[in-house]
């Protein structure tokens, strides 16, 4: 029995030292087929579009290394294979005999085991410093010409991965808007007036296409728009007929954002539709009449279920009223998701479609991002930052003058067309102004809702502007008129609030009336 356990525990020490030889020549053979795993994707991917390359030949590769592995396991050397190792050194059977007989109790089996140890003892330092090959040379050479082509492929790309670039960059631009919207929806899911809205939102996670997400955006924060619009010249009629009948409860109620205490009141009066009072009454004919532009209303005339109907409707408006400041949020976060998305795929050179916002008079396109104001109604556009001033001067003493700024991306140019400014003369003499007429073109502001890049910016000046003789006007004529222009242009340039009051200061001491 001590003869058995020796060659058992010599035969385990022999079945390591070949796991390990093993290993290590399967480890090489998994890197030359991650190698040629990767290859493989990519040599694929310059005949077929295939976006996310990278990731996809990596996930290749790992799951290959990982085949390779498991062959390995299934195939790792057993006490029989250190058997056999060990009797090419002893030249006969004698090890696997043993192990053929290792339970057996027998003279006969316990003389062979004996037999076998003593020739093992003359062998065994030298089975023991038995060097097995470790390294591949072939495998090692072949994984490394992989890998130097798999980087050339890489380096080198064709259409079909640049294509595949585009397309990878097209679906990041949308994931992120799409989750930048989801979160805004989910910050504003409470609000009851923005309940539409929202549906309306998680529509867009079916979206693939970038330009069609855009569209989406861009028409949804129009429709949102038109909608503030609407309930906004709504709430001034329920301003209106709040300052005018004060007691109206439902219509201080949606003014002052009290939705709990408003919707409390309009369930009771769906309870008790039946034993309305005369002012309840009275109340629901004059908002009637103020939000759904009805005519005098009779509610004798109507029914139970038409009155219902009535409350219900007016509940829904008198909500979407008092959500406008939600909607107005809704509307600045829609916007910049529409601004940052298009600045993105510009950027990727996606070609995205005219930027067309609430909030830009006219759609802009690619790579044109002045704006410019000018009293004069001039006009600058172009790519860089572009400037136009107008200068009058009134009869007597004054002098007036109109500024804009226009601010880009990059560098540009820009080109103005104006016949000078609308000047705010404050004098001592009469008051009228001598106002240059202008030379009739199409006006168009044009804004990029791009990040502002880095460059020198450029300007250009028209000096030889076509003018028409001017005509004199008195200064309170068109004082509003130049009140209005600067405000269009203040409202362009979106201003700190430090500096709209300056503007406001400067237009009270202008006013007509201050002047008298």
């Known amino acids: 029995m001590k003869e058995n356990d020796l060659i058992v525990r010599f035969l385990f020490s022999i ?3 070949l796991r390990i030889q093993r290993m290590s020549k399967q480890a090489q053979y998994a890197i030359l087929a991650f190698c040629v795993s990767f290859l493989s994707v990519l040599i694929v991917a310059r005949m077929v579009v295939t976006p996310y390359l990278i990731e996809k030949a990596l996930w290749l590769g790992g799951i290959v290394c990982i085949a390779v592995f498991l062959l390995y396991w299934r195939k790792r050397p057993s006490t029989w294979d250190a058997a056999r190792y060990s009797d090419a050194f002893l030249e006969e059977d004698r090890l696997t005999t043993s192990l053929d007989y290792v339970k057996d109790t027998s003279l006969v089996a316990q003389l062979q085991r004996k037999e076998a140890y003593d020739h093992l003892k003359k062998k065994e330092q030298a089975i023991k ?7 591949h040379p072939k495998v090692l050479f072949m994984s490394l010409l992989t890998s130097c082509l798999i980087a050339l492929l890489i380096l080198f790309p064709n259409n079909k991965m640049q294509e595949a670039k585009a397309v990878e960059a097209e679906r990041e631009i949308i994931e992120e808007t799409l989750d930048k919207v989801k979160k805004d929806a989910e910050d504003m899911k409470d609000n009851k007036g923005l309940k539409d809205e929202i549906e309306e939102l998680k529509e867009l996670k079916d979206e693939k296409d970038a330009d069609e997400l855009l569209k989406e955006l861009m028409e949804k924060e129009n429709n949102l728009a038109e909608k503030m619009k609407k309930l906004q010249e709504k709430e001034a009629n329920l301003i209106e007929l709040a300052k005018e009948q004060p007691e109206n409860s439902m219509a201080n109620l949606a003014l002052n954002h009290k939705n709990e205490e408003l919707e409390k009141l309009l369930n009771e009066m769906k309870k008790n539709i039946k034993s309305l009072t005369e002012e309840e009454r009275k109340e629901l004919s004059e908002l009637s009449e103020s939000l759904l532009d009805q005519e005098e209303m009779d509610l004798e005339e109507i029914s139970d279920e038409e009155l219902e109907a009535l409350l219900e409707l007016l509940e829904e408006l008198l909500q979407d009223i008092s959500a406008l ?173 430090r500096l709209e009051n300056v503007v406001k200061q400067y237009f009270s001491e202008v006013d007509p009336k201050g002047a008298d």
């Open 325 to 497: 400041s939600e909607m107005e949020a809704l509307q600045n976060a829609l916007q910049a998701a529409a601004s940052n998305q298009y600045g993105k795929m510009s950027q990727a050179g996606l070609n995205p479609s005219k930027l067309t916002l609430s909030n830009s008079n006219n759609p802009t396109t690619s790579n044109q991002t002045a704006q410019n104001s000018n009293q004069g109604q001039g006009q600058n556009q172009g790519q860089g930052q572009g400037q136009g001033q107008g200068q009058g001067q009134g009869q007597g003493q004054g002098q007036g003058q109109g500024q804009g700024q226009g601010q880009g991306q990059g560098q540009g140019q820009g080109q103005g067309q104006g016949g000078g400014g609308l000047g705010a003369g404050v004098g001592v003499g009469e008051q009228t102004f001598t106002v240059p007429s202008n030379i009739n073109s199409e006006i168009q502001n044009e804004t990029d809702g791009g990040p502002t890049g880095e460059g020198q910016s450029q300007y250009e000046d028209a000096p030889d502007s076509p003018t028409l003789r001017g005509e004199a006007r008195p200064y309170e004529e068109i004082f509003s008129s130049y009140e209005k222009s600067y405000r269009e242009s203040l409202d362009r340039m979106q201003l700190p609030s």
């Open 129 to 135: 410093e038995a060097k097995l090959r470790h390294v």
């Open 15 to 17: 079945r390591r030292k």
